[in-house]
């Protein structure tokens, strides 16, 4: 499966190599055509289930873990002081899930830099989104951070929307990074170095008291 916001980076190289192609253009057609075929790769959107008991948040990026700390005081004073950060690569899928079922309660979006999405900085200062859901154990919310070439973040809800736990939330196009942020009382599974998939891997059980 496609994510629907890929094909036009498909179709058109697609076509624009096959025109140069029968124009007797080669040195233009191959370039265009393997374009095609890098969109067809990236926006790839497989199907996948959380099979986890109803208390755990899934991971809503693929990639890996890069973050695990203590939330920026934006976050902490909204109760969510523990962070989780997710680095998407551009051979990642970068459709992304729901952690957790619930109903959007806020969502802002910040136009902002494009620094590479590993480094730190960039939970602070890239272009960004802040998405909160509300579920039945709590809130947890996310950010969607554009990176060097990420060229657009995509958000398919509004506030009052409700989503079940792995269903499909948006995209960014190209390298990127999604910040998770979880109550105090959310035991984290994964460690820093972990690969993890949207929709599929356990990232943390909710309701339980963080020891230390």
Same mark, same amino acid.
């Given at each position: 499966?496609?994510?629907?916001?890929?094909?036009?980076?498909?179709?058109?190289? #697609?076509?624009?190599?096959? $025109? $140069?192609?029968?124009?007797?253009?080669?040195?233009?057609?191959?370039?265009?055509?393997?374009?095609?075929?890098?969109?067809?790769? @990236?926006? &790839?959107?497989?199907? *996948? &289930?959380?099979?986890?008991?109803? /208390?755990?948040?899934?991971?809503?990026?693929?990639?890996?873990?890069?973050?695990?700390?203590?939330?920026?005081?934006? #976050?902490?004073?909204?109760?969510?002081?523990?962070?989780? %950060?997710?680095?998407? !690569?551009? @051979?990642?899928?970068?459709?992304? *899930?729901?952690?957790?079922?619930?109903?959007?309660?806020?969502?802002?979006?910040?136009?902002?830099?494009?620094? !590479?999405? @590993?480094?730190?900085?960039?939970?602070?200062?890239? /272009?960004?989104?802040?998405?909160?859901?509300?579920?039945?154990?709590?809130?947890? $919310?996310?950010?969607?951070?554009?990176?060097?070439?990420?060229?657009?973040? =995509?958000?398919?809800?509004?506030?009052?929307?409700?989503?079940?736990?792995?269903?499909?939330?948006?995209?960014?196009?190209?390298?990127? &990074?999604?910040? =998770?942020?979880?109550?105090?009382?959310?035991?984290? #599974?994964?460690?820093?170095?972990?690969?993890? &998939?949207?929709?599929? %891997?356990?990232?943390?059980? #909710?309701?339980?008291?963080? !020891?230390?």
């Amino acid at each position: 499966m496609i994510a629907p916001e890929g094909w036009i980076f498909v179709w058109i190289p #697609l076509a624009a190599g096959g $025109a $140069a192609l029968l124009a007797g253009w080669a040195w233009l057609a191959w370039p265009l055509v393997a374009l095609g075929l890098f969109a067809l790769f @990236f926006f &790839r959107d497989p199907a *996948r &289930r959380c099979d986890g008991a109803p /208390e755990i948040a899934c991971s809503p990026a693929d990639g890996r873990v890069i973050v695990i700390g203590a939330a920026p005081d934006e #976050l902490a004073a909204r109760a969510l002081p523990q962070q989780v %950060s997710i680095f998407m !690569s551009v @051979f990642d899928v970068h459709v992304n *899930r729901a952690p957790v079922a619930g109903t959007l309660v806020d969502y802002r979006y910040n136009q902002g830099r494009k620094i !590479s999405a @590993f480094k730190e900085k960039a939970s602070l200062d890239n /272009e960004q989104n802040l998405s909160v859901w509300e579920g039945p154990l709590g809130r947890v $919310a996310l950010k969607q951070i554009a990176g060097l070439i990420a060229r657009r973040i =995509v958000f398919d809800h509004r506030p009052g929307d409700s989503v079940a736990r792995g269903d499909r939330i948006g995209l960014i196009r190209y390298g990127s &990074r999604v910040d =998770v942020f979880l109550p105090a009382d959310a035991r984290i #599974l994964v460690r820093v170095g972990d690969r993890v &998939r949207a929709g599929e %891997s356990a990232l943390a059980r #909710l309701g339980e008291r963080v !020891s230390g």
